[in-house]
């Protein structure tokens, strides 16, 4: 069951918390609709840089690429856990049916530093072979596919949210 809803932090809000914070300073665009943001990370000091775009549109969760490097080049042919595309890159960083990310929780406090963890996790990756950063891997996208079909055939009652 789902937490008792709470107000949505506003899409202007959240806008102005990413440009004040010096963890994601970046740019971004903002409209009645959504908001873009994009910054660079370092997970550490001797990681990589980063391209990072945040995409988070009114009434839906954000969702997180990485624009550059390439990961799945970085991968060299390894499919890339816990992440919903390879191309472009968009990252799993919470469980959307536990609710680990809710409207009212701020960008720059939650999906950032989850964004940069996942980078770490990442980069461990490349090396050990292991992803050693927990959470369940989001199915292949032919299976979700498959599965929202599914659900959308079943009666409303039964198809899960």
């Known amino acids: 069951m789902p937490p008792p809803r709470r107000r949505a932090v506003p899409l202007a809000v959240q806008f102005l918390n990413l440009g004040k914070n010096p963890i994601c ?15 660079n990370c370092n997970p550490t000091p001797m990681s990589r840089d980063y391209s990072v775009r945040i995409l988070l549109r009114v009434n839906d969760r954000p969702k997180v690429y990485i624009d550059q490097p390439d990961l799945v080049e970085l991968a060299g042919g390894r499919r890339i856990p816990h992440v919903y595309e390879q191309r472009p890159t968009r990252l799993c960083l919470y469980l959307p049916k536990a609710f680990e990310w809710q409207s009212d929780m701020r960008l720059d406090q939650t999906i950032v530093p989850w964004a940069t963890l996942w980078l770490f996790y990442f980069e461990e990756w490349l090396s050990s072979g292991e992803w050693k950063g927990g959470g369940e891997h989001p199915p292949p996208e032919p299976d979700r596919k498959k599965k929202r079909k599914n659900s959308e055939a079943r009666p409303h009652s039964e198809a899960s949210t």
Do not use: K
């Open 25 to 39: 300073e970046g740019t971004g665009e903002l409209s009645a609709d959504q908001l873009v943001w994009r910054y």
